[in-house]
């Protein structure tokens, strides 16, 4: 049972353009949320995370929404890149159980020129 | 610049045969996790330790999987008999604990890619 679903396998956006990555989670009991992000041949490397008790969390050109009735989030990328072409993992960690995180199965995102 | 080392990076090996992979996590990290990477199910979580103790082993298949820390600075991952189906990028993974509300942030290694003929 997958409990965090990233529903778009793959992305594609303008450079200069605002990129939006969805996550949905089944599990209520989550209450930490992360997105990494990973290119080729390397390890995911954390971007950015959000409690469940806020709905919003911004750093630079990302920002990560956080919808609790909807088991909703999203990452914004704006303006988009060419370096943020990557994979995306959401990422969601169970009350209780700290630091284990369950992942999604990623969205593959093309920033082009 | 600490990082979390994994070796081999590459494997190749016949249906049968036993790997091991080693994780050297960052120096002072007490929380080890070993994820494996699969086009259908994305990161799927393995094994992880708390200050060298197993916590959660639920996603391993037991009877071919084996995770220890025979010390701090090292981590291992074991399969023996390994199987085709066993292909897959598997990724270590080392954090701090929180002591209060949230996760931590947890810093990957390059991963390991393992091919089973």
């Known amino acids: 049972d997958q409990q965090v679903k990233q529903n778009s396998p793959s992305l594609s956006v303008q450079e200069g353009r605002i990129s939006i990555l969805n996550c949905d989670y089944t599990?209520?009991?989550?209450?930490?949320f992360l997105w990494y992000k990973k290119y080729p041949a390397e390890g995911p490397t954390f971007l950015i995370s959000?409690?469940?008790?806020?709905d919003k969390n911004e750093d630079g050109r990302f920002t990560v929404f956080l919808n609790k009735s909807a088991k909703h989030l999203s990452l914004h990328i704006v303006p988009s890149q060419p370096g943020d072409s990557a994979v995306y993992f959401c990422?969601?960690?169970?009350?209780?159980?700290?630091?284990?995180?369950?992942f999604g199965t990623g969205t593959r995102l093309q920033v082009t020129l | 610049d600490a990082r979390v080392t994994q070796t081999p990076r590459h494997k190749v090996t016949e249906m049968g045969q036993e790997v091991t992979m080693r994780c050297q996590p960052i120096?002072?990290?007490?929380?080890v996790f070993w994820y494996r990477q699969t086009m259908m199910q994305g990161l799927e979580l393995l094994a992880y330790?708390?200050?060298?103790?197993?916590?959660?082993d639920s996603g391993m298949p037991k009877d071919r999987f084996s995770a220890e820390m025979p010390d701090a600075t090292l981590a291992t991952l074991k399969i023996q008999p390994s199987e085709p189906r066993d292909s897959a990028v598997y990724f270590c993974?080392?954090?701090?604990?929180?002591?209060?509300?949230?996760?931590?942030?947890?810093?990957f290694g390059a991963g390991s890619r393992l091919t089973v003929l």
């Open positions: 990422a969601a960690k169970r009350a209780g159980t700290a630091s284990k995180l369950t």
């Open positions: 330790f708390r200050n060298r103790a197993p916590l959660d």
């Open positions: 959000i409690s469940s008790i806020k």
């Open positions: 120096l002072g990290h007490n929380t």
């Open positions: 599990n209520s009991m989550f209450d930490y």
């Open positions: 993974a080392s954090g701090l604990a929180p002591t209060g509300a949230g996760a931590n942030v947890l810093t």
